[in-house]
């Protein structure tokens, strides 16, 4: 099993410049979120799915869409990147209480 | 949701145990408490979790108080490896996780 793979690993943007970040998990998991973390800090939940179809918001959600198509794959998207979103991005997956979340290995992304 | 206090940062000698508290006061009675931990800029790594009782895997110990506003994280034999943030979440029961700060373990040689 592959587990929760995240693509890219690295990014660099223009301000202004729209782009995805591709999520998928291998597990069969109903439950996705997407996380940021910034430098010295924990993680910030920005979007999460219960469902293929259902998503909701976190807490800090302005500037990211999400959609869930499939339980394989949620993607999160950046309209229009802003220096303030420089962080590194994690995906995560759960099989649903008590099991605790899988993540991935995280995207870098820089906006210059 | 319920919110979760650890401390900022903690020391341990290599081969001692390391000791991580944390506190929940805010836990509700269905919500389970979880333990994770990230090395450098890794994803998070899960390491136990618990509803009431007392859990023990083959990475750590968990000792939840009777009242369940509290719990710690016990690494039995720390190593150098175990240097990592540690991160004390308590799941709502919608299944999301919210993170604190955590705490940032280093072990001694």
């Known amino acids: 099993n592959a587990g929760v793979t995240q693509t890219p ?29 910034d430098p010295g800090m924990g993680l910030r939940l920005i979007h999460y799915s219960v469902g293929a179809g259902i998503t909701d918001q976190g807490e800090v959600p302005n500037g990211y869409n999400v959609s869930r198509s499939t ?3 949620f993607p999160l998207r950046l309209l229009s990147a802003a220096p303030s979103q420089t962080s590194v991005y994690f995906c995560a997956s759960s099989g649903g209480r008590p099991f605790g979340y899988t993540f991935g290995s995280g995207t870098r992304l820089t906006v210059v | 949701d319920a919110k979760t206090t ?13 000791n991580l508290p944390c506190n929940h006061s805010t836990i509700s009675g269905n ?5 994770y931990r990230q090395i450098h800029s890794q994803g998070p790594q899960y390491i136990i979790h618990g509803l009431k009782n007392n859990e023990t895997n083959e990475m750590a110990s968990l000792i939840i108080t009777e009242d369940r506003k509290s719990s710690t994280l016990i690494l039995p ?6 240097t990592a943030v540690y991160y004390c979440i308590v799941a709502n029961t919608g299944n999301q996780f919210y993170f604190g700060t955590g705490t ?6």
């Open chain 2, 77 to 82: 034999h720390a190593t150098l490896r175990d």
């Open chain 1, 71 to 73: 339980t394989e794959d």
């Open chain 2, 31 to 35: 919500e389970y408490v979880y333990w």
């Open chain 1, 9 to 37: 690993k690295f990014q660099v943007l223009k301000t202004g410049q729209s782009m995805t970040l591709q999520c998928a998990q291998d597990m069969n998991h109903e439950y996705m979120s997407w996380y940021r973390q």
């Open chain 2, 104 to 109: 940032s373990l280093t072990v001694i040689p």
């Open chain 2, 6 to 18: 650890q401390p900022p940062s903690m020391d341990c000698a290599e081969g001692r145990a390391a």
